[in-house]
């Protein structure tokens, strides 16, 4: 008995064109790629790539467009999802070598995509229900998602060029621009919306903000730290040391600069202490903490920073003397450097270069 040929499912919605697909695949590329250099960037960085100390807010500028273009990723990626999903129902599975590599592409780009979207969601608040090392993973990942991005890119560049031509016989109909005009308006409320971490200015309307207070955020504190300052504490710099009192007794400098942390938010704060240049120079300093176990409790401080005149160990933030939280007895303050290479807790400065 023959069978009834079975029709396969037509998928006519002004949302699954493919005018429409290749826009938002525009849109998500512009956001993936600005996502994936200033993570780069990023990672550069923590990992002692040349960097310089001005501007003072650069870092908290690549870092924030990093944040920011990641959320807007969100809403493109399942717009995009939503246009094209219609494709895992054609037949047959692969056409031909280019009809591989493209849906090949497209299932490593997904995991890829969602993996470094949510895991960034997850660290931006702080919270990591896995037991893998995010940085090294999220840095990982990130090149297979930018790699399987550009191949799918390279095998459907000519339609999307064909498609964003001004003539082009499958241009957008009104049905079309008003899916797109959703996901473009959806997209910047999700910009809009969290982008005060970064942006000062919008941090009144910025309801899902994460740490967007008035006051400066704490990510780790003293007591999560273990923390434990002595009643004999002295600060060693060099081949000398130094009391708290001594260090107060010494020159102060006041300066106006920006935490800018790696989970994206950033502010500004009035900061007061004494000239690193003023205790050690020479080289590269390696910077130590009170704290014991925390990944971040050395850091190196290269030359041109350990010189620059901004460059202070803290004593005072806001002209109140230092919380345990915000790294008493001192901590480091450096001109556009990472939150967590601004060491807190600080007990040795030591040139090893």
Known sequence: MKLPDI??????????????????????????????????????????WPWPTRPVNLYRITQGVHVISGVASIPLLLAKLWSVYPKLFERPLVKSVPHALERGSIFVLLGASFFELVTGLFNAAQNYPWSFYFPTAHYAVAWIAIGSMLVHIAVKIPVVRRTLEPRSEERTVLSRRAFLRTTALTTGV??????????????????LAWRSGSTLPVNRTAKAANVVVPANWRLKAGDRSFSLAELRAMPQTTVELPIACVEGWSQNATWTGVRVRDLVSGGDVRVES???????????????????????LALELDGEELSPDHGFPCRLIAPNRPGVLQTKWVTSLEVTA
Do not use: N
């Open 7 to 48: 029709k396969e499912p037509e998928f006519k919605a002004p949302a699954h064109h493919v005018g429409v697909t290749s826009r938002v695949g525009t849109w998500l590329g512009i956001a993936f790629g600005l996502c994936f250099v200033t993570g780069l960037i990023s990672h550069g960085v923590q990992h002692d």
């Open 190 to 207: 999700a910009v809009v919306a969290t982008a005060g971490v970064t942006v000062p200015w919008l941090r009144k309307v910025s309801v």
């Open 290 to 312: 009170l704290e014991r176990d925390g990944l971040y409790r050395a850091t190196t401080l290269p030359e041109a920073f350990a010189q620059d005149p901004l460059t202070l």
